[in-house]
């Protein structure tokens, strides 16, 4: 790790995943995450992305668990991850560049909150394991239309 101050997130996400060297080439090859730092001998990896943080594991059935149920793909059904990027674009062309399947296209979408709307050009992708990932693009604010 560099020796440069980190902002660690306040909330960082660890995920179970089944083979960490596809988890890897999934996070970092295609949607551009870095390695912050590793500890090979636990089959471990500390990502990030802009202010995006996430913790990926290597399954050891062997190793202290914190399991709530069996593991099953797809994991963390349920849940997204929503990470926002400068631009979808260069993600979505390395997906396609390896025949990457989408979960959901690219779309631009506007979210109310009050009397203010949100944007946001989204797609949604699942890891090797299944986690679902939406890659946002901030496309800025607008007052609700009456």
């Known amino acids: 790790m560099k020796s ?13 995943v ?6 890897l080439q ?3 090859d295609y949607l551009g995450f870095t390695i912050l730092y590793d500890r090979p001998e636990e089959s ?3 990502l990030t992305l802009g202010e995006a943080q996430v ?5 050891d059935p062997t190793d202290r668990s914190w399991e709530t149920g069996f593991m099953e793909k797809p994991y963390g059904r349920g849940i ?3 990470i926002e990027v400068e ?4 993600i979505l062309n390395r997906l396609q560049q390896v025949n990457y399947p989408l979960f959901i296209p690219v779309e631009e979408r506007w979210y109310r909150a009050d009397d ?31």
Do not use: H
């Not at 631009?87 to 260069?90: K, S, Y």
């Not at 709307?117 to 607008?142: N, T």
């Open 4 to 16: 440069e101050k980190v902002k660690w997130a306040a909330l960082v996400p660890e995920l179970v």
């Open 18 to 23: 089944s083979d960490l060297t596809a988890s």
């Open 26 to 28: 999934f996070w970092c």
């Open 44 to 46: 471990f990896a500390y």
């Open 55 to 59: 913790m990926l594991e290597q399954y």
């Open 80 to 82: 997204n991850f929503q």
């Open 87 to 90: 631009a979808v674009e260069l």
């Open 116 to 146: 203010i709307e949100f944007g946001q050009k989204q797609f949604l992708v699942q890891d090797p394991d299944g986690y679902l990932v939406r890659l946002i693009e901030d496309l800025g604010e607008r007052q609700v239309k009456n």
